[in-house]
C-alpha cells in the first residue's frame, strides 16, 4: 500500500515536471518569436499590409546658353486602368470572370493557355458605368489585352491627357469601380512649339519594361524616355529618381488609403549653347523656303549658337503619345518634316572650294603664287569639265587664288586641285572634319563623304582613281557630300585663322541645386570646348590671310558671285556654291552660301543651304544667311530684338516647288552684282539625308471591341452584380483621400511666351 502510494507520488512529481519543462520551452520559444526576432516577424507584418505605388521621377529642363526655358514639364491627368485589381473588383461584384485563351510558347513549345477576358471585364462592367457620366472613350481592346498579357503590372492608360472638365467629372462622382484611377503625371512641354523641334527631340514610352524593376512594386508607373536628339543623347541626366507611394491594406488584402509617400526627385537641367534669339532669327529667315538647313556657329570655341531646318514640327503632338494618324501623316509628308536638313550631307558645290585653296598651300605644294588659265573649261580624258562662265560666253583669263575665289572660277580650281593632288584634299578635309561625324550625337546625323582613292576602293571598287575624279571634287561635286554643320565648322576654322573645334550643343548641365553634375569619369557631363586640329601646324598665317581675304572679295568687290551678301553696317566674308543633287530618284539643284562676320574679330559663322533651288546660291541662300547674321549682328549693338515666341510647324503647301530668288521686305542686304555661278549640269551626287527612325510612343485608333455606344445607341449589356459595390472609388481608396468639391479649373498654360 504504502509503495503503491509512492509510486503514485513519483509518477505525479514526474508529470509536473514534464509540464514544467513544456511550459519553459515553450515560453523560451514564445521569448525567441517576440522578443529575439520581433522586429523581423513585425517588417514582414507590416509588409504584408501595405501595397506600394512606383511613381514616375520628373525630367529636367532644357533652358538655352542665357537660361531660358524651352522644355519643362507639365500636369498631365490620364485615367488608368489597374488590371488586377479591375478582376478582383468584377470577381467580387459579378462572380467569377469571364475566360479566354489564347496560344503562348511555354518552354519553347505552344500551349493553349486561359485568362481572364479582360475585353469583356472593360465592356461589360466598366464602360457602362463611365458611359453613364458620359466618361467613355473609345480604345484599342487588342491593345488592352496585350497589355494585360504582358505588362499586368503597369496601369493600363485609358484616356490621356484629359481635360479639366473630364477630370471633374472623374473628381465629382463616385464611379464604383475598383481599378479605375486619375493618375497625375509630369510630362513634357515644349515651350514655343516647333522652334528647335529638330534640337530637342521628344520623349515616349519605353519600348521594353524592366520586369525586374517593375517586380519591386505593387503597382508599377513607368518614366518616359528620351526618343530622339537631346532628350535622348542627354537622357540620363534629364531622368530623375522615382518615388514611392505606401498603401494600408486591410486583412482581406483592400487598400484602404495612403501611409506615406517618398516623393520623386526632378533630373538635371541640362542648358544648350542655342540662343533662343539666334534660333527664332534663324527659323524665321528659314521659312521663305520650304526644304533648307542652316546652322549659325561661334568660330571662337565651335558653339553651335542656332540649328534650324525646315519643314519642321511641333514635338507636343507626341506629348504623352502622339495619335496613329497624325504619325501617318508625319511619315507620309513628301517633305520629310522629320529629317533634320541640317546634319544631312548634300553636295556643297563651290563652298568646298575652301578645302580645295587650302589643300595647295600645305606643305612643299605652296601654291599660293600659283596662276591658271581659264579658257572655259578644262578637258580630262574624254570629259571637257567646262567652268560656269561658258554659259555666259566669256572666260575669267589668267587668274590666282584670291581672284579665283571670288569669281569661283571652276577651271582654276580643277587644276589648282590636281596640282595639290587628292590625297592633300583629302588631309585637309578631314582635318575640318569633312566627311566624318560631328560628336553631337543627333538623332540620324549623316556623316557624308570625303572621296579619295581609298574611299573609291571600298565603295565603288570598280571604278579607278583619276584626274577627272579629282577635278569633281575639287568643285564639290561628284561623290563629295557635306552637311551644313560640317561646312559651319570648316569655315569657323577659316574666320578664327586656323583652329577646327568639334560642335558643341551642351554648355552645362546642372543639379537641382546648381550644382555640376560630373559622369561616370569624374569629368563634367557638358564637357569645354575642344579643338579638332590646327591648321597653322601645316599653313602658316599669311597664307590662310590669303583665302580669308578671297572670301572677303567674293561678298565686297564688283565681280564677286556673293555681292548680295553685303552689309552697310559690317563687313562680311563668305562662299556662294551650287550643285546638283539626286534625292529619292529626283534631280535637283541645291543652293548654298556660307559667311562668317564681323570680317576683322568674327563672332559668328552663318551656313545656309537650300534645296530645289532654280536659281543660284547667292540670289537663293545668300539673303536667307544674311538676314540671320545681320539681325543677328544688329542684336549685339541694340539695334533690333527678337521676340522669343510659340511657333507653329513650318510647312510649305508645295515643298517641291522650284525657288529662284529669295528677299525680305526691308532688308538692308541684298547689294550686290548678280554675276554668280550655276551647277555643273553632267554631276548628281546622291544626297543623305538624315534618318528620322526614331520610334515614339504611337497611340493606335480604336478597334472594333473599344468602341464605345454612346448614349441613343442600343444599351450595353451588364453583368448581374452579385454582391454590393464598395462605397469608395479605387482612386479614393489608393490615395486615401475623401470625396470633395471639385476644384477651380487652373488657368491654361500660356501657349504663348516671350523672352528678351
Not at 569624374?522 to 586640329?533: T, V, Y
Request: aromatic share 8%; proline share 7%.
Amino acid at each position: 500500500m504504502k509503495r503503491s502510494r509512492l509510486t503514485s507520488r513519483i509518477r505525479i512529481q514526474f508529470l509536473g515536471l514534464l509540464m514544467l519543462l513544456g511550459m519553459g520551452a515553450l515560453g523560451l520559444k514564445l521569448w525567441w518569436i517576440q522578443v529575439a526576432h520581433g522586429a523581423e516577424w513585425t517588417a514582414q507584418l507590416r509588409g504584408s499590409s501595405q501595397a506600394t505605388v512606383r511613381i514616375p521621377s520628373v525630367r529636367g529642363e532644357i533652358k538655352d546658353r542665357n537660361g531660358v526655358t524651352l522644355v519643362q514639364n507639365r500636369a498631365s491627368y490620364e485615367v488608368d486602368f489597374y488590371l488586377p485589381e479591375m478582376v478582383k473588383g468584377f470577381r467580387e461584384r459579378f462572380g467569377p470572370p469571364p475566360l479566354t485563351e489564347y496560344r503562348a510558347i511555354i518552354n519553347g513549345m505552344p500551349k493553349d493557355q486561359k485568362e481572364p477576358d479582360i475585353i469583356k471585364i472593360v465592356n461589360g462592367g466598366i464602360v457602362p458605368r463611365l458611359n453613364d457620366l458620359d466618361l467613355a472613350r473609345d480604345y484599342n481592346a487588342a491593345k488592352l489585352e496585350r497589355h494585360f498579357r504582358n505588362d499586368t503590372e503597369v496601369p493600363f492608360s485609358y484616356i490621356k491627357d484629359i481635360d479639366f472638365p473630364t477630370m471633374a467629372k472623374f473628381s465629382e462622382h463616385d464611379v464604383g469601380l475598383p481599378g479605375v484611377d486619375i493618375a497625375i503625371k509630369p510630362v513634357r512641354s515644349y515651350v514655343y512649339g516647333a522652334l528647335a523641334a529638330h534640337i530637342l527631340g521628344y520623349v515616349g514610352m519605353p519600348d521594353d519594361i524592366d520586369k525586374e524593376e517593375a517586380r519591386k512594386f505593387t503597382f508599377f508607373q513607368q518614366d518616359v524616355e528620351g526618343k530622339s536628339n537631346i532628350e535622348r543623347k542627354m537622357d540620363e541626366y534629364l531622368r530623375g529618381k522615382p518615388g514611392v507611394r505606401y498603401l494600408r491594406k486591410n486583412a482581406k488584402g483592400t487598400i484602404e488609403g495612403a501611409l506615406h509617400e517618398d516623393p520623386p526627385q526632378q533630373g538635371a537641367n541640362v542648358f544648350l549653347t542655342i540662343d533662343a534669339r539666334i534660333q527664332s532669327i534663324a527659323e524665321e529667315a528659314l521659312r521663305v523656303v520650304s526644304r533648307a538647313g542652316a546652322v549659325v556657329v561661334d568660330p571662337n570655341n565651335g558653339n553651335v549658337l542656332a540649328m534650324a531646318s525646315v519643314p519642321s514640327f511641333d514635338p507636343n503632338t507626341f506629348i504623352p503619345s502622339i495619335k496613329a494618324k497624325d504619325w501617318k501623316a508625319l511619315q507620309k509628308d513628301e517633305a520629310d518634316p522629320l529629317v533634320n536638313r541640317a546634319i544631312s550631307a548634300l553636295p556643297p558645290g563651290s563652298t568646298f572650294k575652301l578645302i580645295t585653296s587650302l589643300a595647295g598651300l600645305r606643305g612643299t605644294k605652296n601654291l599660293a603664287n600659283a596662276h591658271y588659265s581659264c579658257g572655259g573649261g578644262v578637258s580630262y580624258g574624254d570629259h571637257f569639265f567646262a567652268c560656269w562662265v561658258a554659259q555666259k560666253h566669256y572666260t575669267h583669263g589668267n587668274i590666282g587664288l584670291v581672284d579665283a575665289i571670288k569669281v569661283s572660277c571652276d577651271s582654276f580650281f580643277y587644276q589648282y586641285g590636281n596640282a595639290a593632288g587628292i590625297q592633300s584634299i583629302d588631309h585637309i578635309g578631314k582635318m575640318l572634319g569633312i566627311g566624318e561625324e560631328s560628336g553631337l550625337q543627333l538623332s540620324g546625323e549623316q556623316s557624308g563623304n570625303m572621296p579619295g582613292p581609298e574611299w573609291m576602293q571600298i565603295h565603288h571598287p570598280q571604278e579607278r582613281w583619276s584626274q577627272a575624279q579629282t577635278a569633281n571634287v575639287s568643285i564639290g561635286q561628284g561623290y563629295t557630300l557635306v552637311s551644313p554643320l560640317q561646312l559651319g565648322m570648316a569655315y569657323a576654322t577659316i574666320a578664327n585663322g586656323g583652329v577646327c573645334y568639334y560642335p558643341r550643343l551642351i554648355d552645362r548641365v546642372l543639379r537641382q541645386d546648381g550644382s555640376p553634375v560630373i559622369d561616370d569619369q569624374g569629368n563634367p557631363a557638358a564637357p569645354p570646348p575642344r579643338a579638332r586640329s590646327d591648321l597653322r601646324q601645316e599653313i602658316s598665317p599669311d597664307q590662310i590671310e590669303l583665302v580669308r581675304k578671297g572670301f572677303w572679295k567674293v561678298v565686297n568687290e564688283e565681280g564677286g558671285t556673293g555681292g548680295r551678301a553685303r552689309l552697310k553696317d559690317w563687313v562680311v566674308a563668305g562662299k556662294t556654291g551650287t550643285a546638283q543633287a539626286t534625292e529619292r530618284g529626283h534631280e535637283e539643284n541645291v543652293a548654298w552660301f556660307a559667311c562668317f562676320a564681323p570680317y576683322d574679330h568674327p563672332k559668328y559663322v552663318v551656313v545656309v543651304m537650300v534645296q530645289g533651288a532654280s536659281g543660284h546660291g547667292g540670289e537663293v541662300a545668300g539673303p536667307i544667311a544674311t538676314r540671320i547674321l545681320e539681325r543677328t549682328l544688329a542684336e549685339d549693338d541694340g539695334k533690333f530684338d527678337m521676340q522669343v515666341a510659340w511657333l507653329a510647324p513650318a510647312h510649305h503647301p508645295n515643298p517641291l516647288q522650284l525657288i529662284k530668288a529669295v528677299s525680305y521686305p526691308g532688308s538692308g542686304g541684298n547689294l550686290g552684282s548678280e554675276d554668280e555661278e550655276g551647277a555643273d549640269q553632267s554631276q548628281a551626287a546622291a544626297a543623305q539625308m538624315a534618318s528620322s527612325d526614331a520610334s515614339p510612343d504611337v497611340e493606335p485608333e480604336a478597334d472594333s471591341q473599344g468602341q464605345v455606344r454612346r448614349h441613343g445607341a442600343a444599351p450595353v449589356a451588364r453583368a448581374v452584380p452579385v454582391a454590393a459595390p464598395q462605397s469608395r472609388s479605387f482612386f479614393e481608396r489608393l490615395f486615401g483621400i475623401r470625396r470633395q468639391q471639385a476644384p477651380a479649373p487652373p488657368p491654361p498654360p500660356a501657349r504663348r511666351r516671350q523672352v528678351r
